[in-house]
């Protein structure tokens, strides 16, 4: 096969219940093959059988080394490293590499890289550790996974008002019930952001933007929240200031491919509130087509 061209590898499958993760996952996986991109199925880790390399095995061997990006669900570390190592050994390099994977994925690896740039954290191993959040802060203070919060269960779910509720919820996140912890909780300084609109549990809405970027070069944004809110239409002077925020970060963090979240505050300057692999990641509101030639370009 004529290798060069990039390859998409994709867990998308009607056998998968539905779900919104699985809706973004087919319109990205749709709009790849739309695009005129090579796409091959790979089982999600729980419904593969065989080796991994059986699990590749149908994808043709490259001549060359030829660019990957897979597009699934959240994966171990562990599993990562299979599919990373399965696919080269077809001739594939997925973008970014397990260290780097990890270092985006991760929270707790990109915030040694983003202070100043993000709202102070720390990391939590045990709900008794609550103790050390620092006074100056004071409460509320907003928790999550170091992979992800429980954001789309309302305000009640991420934000705990004094050391008690915080205890519960560090409970929460290293219980089976919510695995995406890995163990780690962090909880962040609670910044004001600027927005327009409350969820009905009453989470303010912030002004926040998913940001794609491929080697520090942003390829793509789209606003987070669904609905109309005025919020979404940026001026040039707000793109300009939102972008070179993440184009820092990405730089700081010397990841190939990143997603960032972007939130500004209510003093209009621009912050990152996570991030993450976009290999993984809902592309909310990307425009989809545009992402993919951009990426396409520059691989």
């Given at each position: 096969m004529c290798a060069r061209q990039m390859i998409v590898l994709s867990e998308a499958s009607d056998a998968l219940p539905p779900s919104a993760s699985r809706r973004d996952l087919e319109a990205a996986t749709a709009i790849a093959k739309l695009m005129g991109i090579p796409t091959y199925h790979i089982p999600s880790h729980d419904a593969r059988l065989g080796t991994v390399d059986d699990a590749l095995a149908h994808i043709p061997l490259q001549t060359e080394p030829t660019p990957a990006v897979w597009l699934g669900y959240i994966p171990s570390p562990e599993h990562y490293a299979e599919i990373y190592q399965a696919a080269y050994r077809r001739g594939l390099y997925l973008l970014?590499?397990?260290?780097?994977?990890?270092?985006?994925?991760?929270?707790?690896?990109?915030?040694?890289?983003?202070?100043?740039?993000?709202?102070?954290?720390?990391?939590?191993?045990?709900?008794?550790?609550?103790?050390?959040?620092?006074?100056?802060?004071?409460?509320?203070?907003?928790?999550?996974?170091?992979?992800?919060?429980?954001?789309?269960?309302?305000?009640?779910?991420?934000?705990?008002?004094?050391?008690?509720?915080?205890?519960?919820?560090?409970?929460?996140?290293?219980?089976?019930?919510?695995?995406?912890?890995?163990?780690?909780?962090?909880?962040?300084?609670?910044?004001?952001?600027?927005?327009?609109?409350?969820?009905?549990?009453?989470?303010?809405?912030?002004?926040?933007?998913?940001?794609?970027?491929?080697?520090?070069?942003?390829?793509?944004?789209?606003?987070?929240?669904?609905?109309?809110?005025?919020?979404?239409?940026?001026?040039?002077?707000?793109?300009?200031a939102m972008l070179d925020c993440a184009i820092a970060a990405a730089q700081r963090l010397s990841t190939p491919l990143v997603t960032l979240d972007m939130a500004q505050q209510v003093d209009n300057t621009w912050i990152v509130i996570e991030t993450s692999d976009p290999q993984f990641t809902a592309f909310t509101h990307l425009p989809l087509i545009q992402a993919w030639q951009q990426l396409m370009h520059i691989v």
């Open positions: 970014n590499t397990p260290d780097e994977h990890l270092t985006v994925q991760e929270f707790d690896r990109a915030y040694s890289h983003l202070q100043g740039l993000t709202p102070e954290s720390i990391v939590l191993t045990c709900s008794e550790q609550a103790q050390r959040v620092p006074a100056e802060w004071g409460f509320p203070v907003f928790v999550k996974g170091a992979i992800q919060s429980r954001k789309s269960r309302g305000w009640k779910a991420c934000v705990a008002h004094d050391v008690e509720e915080l205890h519960h919820l560090v409970d929460l996140l290293l219980a089976d019930l919510y695995p995406w912890s890995r163990g780690r909780v962090i909880v962040r300084r609670l910044v004001p952001l600027r927005h327009t609109r409350m969820a009905p549990d009453g989470f303010p809405l912030g002004r926040e933007f998913r940001v794609l970027l491929y080697r520090q070069q942003p390829l793509s944004y789209g606003y987070i929240w669904e609905g109309d809110d005025p919020d979404k239409f940026l001026s040039v002077a707000d793109e300009v």
